[in-house]
């Protein structure tokens, strides 16, 4: 009995062995095809995002005229804006420098309509681009702290 016992073991675990063996086989030939379908292109550059108003006929706004410029940094790189200012008004957001991700490269235009609407800090995140927006919010403060009449 102990001898029928020992080799039904020693079946079960070749059986084991060669089905573990079989599965880390397709498993290893997934990994490998599935990599030959990535494409391995760079990352996307962010296009340079400007966005414009009409400026009102005089100055009646509260910022100096001019161009200024700031930076904030995000976990995955600097977020860079600059504002142009026309009669008091901010006339044209642009990103500089951005984070080279896909909720960066979304987040740039909308965060920059919001600014110039606005016309102040007072903007809200987009959803997914937590850290974009926040150094976006940032870098407008810095800018009103520049440019205050």
Known sequence: MFHLKEKFNRQTRAVLS???????LILFWIFINGARNVSHTSPPQIA?????TPPPAQNTGTYKDGTYRATSQTPWGDYTISIDVKNGRWNKVNTITAPDSPPSQYAAPLLAAQALQSQSA????????TYVSQAFADDLTQIIQQSQN
């Open 18 to 24: 060669s089905a573990v063996g079989g599965i880390l």
């Open 48 to 52: 340079e995002t400007t966005i414009s």
């Open 122 to 129: 007072n903007i809200d995140g987009i959803s997914g681009a």
